[in-house]
C-alpha cells in the first residue's frame, strides 16, 4: 500500500515551524497524524499526544490486529529539539509512546509533561522517567506551564475509568494562553455532563476525534464525525478539527463524511492535511 505522504514533513516541516513564530496575539497548529498536534504560541511549544514510530505496527505485525501505517512519518521525534510541554491523554501508545518520548526527552532535557495522575506510575515506566517528572491533573484540575494553563476534562474511552483514589485514567485537556482557548478531548465518546463541562470555557478550537466505535477493531471506540460535530457545536467551540484517523487502517474514518456532516450542522471547521498548519489569524 502506497502511503499518504505529509504535506510538510522532516526538514521542510521545520522550515515552515521556524517561519510561522509570531507574537502572543497569533498562534499556530501542526497536525502530526492521529492524535498529535504541535502549538506553537508566543515562541513557545507544547506537542500534544504525539506518536512518531511505528511502535504499534511492529507490536502487531502477524496478529489479527495488524496495525497498518496509512501516513507516513512526518518527522523524527529527535527533531523536536525545542519542545517546552508535551502531553499525553491515557496511556495507549498511540498517545503515550515510549518510542516517541525517550527521543524527546533526550533532545529537550527541561521538558514538562502534562499527564492524567491516575496513570503516574505507568507513564514513569515505559518512559524510563523518575515518577516525580510528570505532572498530574485529575478532572477540573488545573496548572499552568510555561504560559499553558491546562484543566483536564473526564474522557469516556469507552467510560470515564478511574484509580482507587478516584482519578480518571482519561483525559482531555482545555489549554488557556493568550487570548486563546484550546480543547483537545483524546480519545472519548460523548458522556452526560460533557457539555456542561465545556461551554462555560469559551472554546475557540476544538479538536475531536472521528473514528467512531465498531466491536469489530476490538479497540475502544471514540466519536464518529456526526458526533463530533454535533458535540462542537453543542459547546460553542468557533471551529472544530477532525484527528484519529489515516493512521492504522483498522481503525479510521473518512474526513469526506466529516467535513459533510459540518456542512450540514453549519459548524466551522478545518481539516488538515499530516504536516500542515492552521493559524488563528484566520478564524
Sequence with gaps: ?????????????????????????????????????????????????????????????????????MTERVINPAQLDFIDVVTSSHNHTDHLDGETLIPLMKVNPDMKMIIPEANRAFVANRIKADPDFPIGLNKGENVEVEGFRFTGIPAAHEEIER??????????????????????????????????????????????????????RKVAGNLNAKQAVALSREIGARLVIPCHYDMFTFNTADPDEFMKEAEAQKQPYKVLQCGERWSSNSL
Design 1 to 69: 500500500m502506497e502511503l499518504i505522504q505529509p504535506k510538510l514533513k522532516d526538514e521542510a516541516l521545520l522550515a515552515d515551524i521556524r517561519k510561522a513564530r509570531q507574537n502572543e496575539h497569533i498562534f499556530h497548529l501542526w497536525w502530526l497524524g492521529q492524535s498529535g498536534y504541535l502549538i506553537q504560541w508566543n515562541d513557545k511549544y507544547l506537542l500534544i499526544d504525539p506518536y512518531l514510530s511505528d511502535s504499534l505496527t511492529k507490536k502487531y505485525a502477524n496478529t489479527e490486529k495488524p496495525h497498518i501505517r
Design 163 to 216: 484509580d482507587e483514589e478516584g482519578h480518571c485514567k482519561f483525559l482531555g485537556y482545555v489549554m488557556q494562553f493568550g487570548n486563546w482557548t484550546l480543547y483537545h478531548s483524546g480519545d472519548t465518546l460523548w458522556y452526560d455532563g460533557m457539555v456542561e463541562k465545556l461551554k462555560p470555557f469559551a472554546i475557540d478550537v476544538a479538536i475531536l476525534p472521528i473514528n467512531g466505535r465498531d466491536p469489530k
